[in-house]
């Protein structure tokens, strides 16, 4: 699995959009500093996506993350590759036991599949929206995750690139 987490906030991303002549299309535009984190973890041979919404990124939410995983998949051996963000490779952090870290090299985003779950994330789900609340933008911030984890075949289309899948099944 390859797990990353993402900031959602509540500054809009306005995006060009299509309006019949001659309407004028608007879009509300929003600066404030309210931020919540999306976690997630995906299998990237079947689709299989876990998501968490949390307050931080930090190691006590990173260890509620991986035990929530941990527990979802109690039959399974999992190896966990991830980015060297410091809540990664806390000492205080502690795997389940069915689970072992990999940490990708730093510097390296493009080689985590998981950044594109944001991308699709942030293109059908948040461009040209503004939130009146953060309950607001984290209903929408779990709408938008439950409909991916349920779309195995479409999460599966984003990270199952194939020098990944390749090594997995040699």
């Not at 941990?70 to 590759?81: F, N, S, T, W």
């Not at 510097?107 to 293109?123: G, I, S």
């Not at 040209?128 to 929408?140: G, V």
């Not at 599966?156 to 090594?167: E, G, L, Q």
Request: glycine letters at 4%; one cysteine or more.
């Amino acid at each position: 699995m390859f797990q990353d987490e993402a900031r959602f906030g509540r500054i809009n991303d306005v995006r060009r959009c299509w309006a019949p002549r001659p309407v004028r299309p608007l879009c509300r535009a929003m600066m404030t500093h309210e931020y919540t984190y999306a976690y997630g973890a995906v299998d990237v041979l079947n689709g299989e996506l876990d998501s968490l919404i949390l307050p931080h990124v930090n190691t006590d939410c990173m260890q509620i993350f991986l035990d929530e995983v941990g527990a979802r998949h109690p039959m399974h051996r999992i190896i966990l590759v991830l980015d060297g963000a410091g809540w990664h490779s806390s000492t205080q952090l502690k795997p389940p036991g069915n689970m072992k870290l990999l940490t990708l090299p730093p510097y390296a985003p493009e080689l985590n599949p998981v950044e594109h779950l944001w991308d699709e994330l942030r293109e059908k789900h948040f461009h040209n929206k503004a939130f009146d609340s953060m309950d607001a933008l984290e209903d929408q911030l779990q709408a938008g995750l439950l409909a991916l984890e349920n779309d195995m075949p479409q999460v599966k289309s984003i990270v199952a690139w194939d020098w990944i899948v390749n090594a997995l099944l040699q």
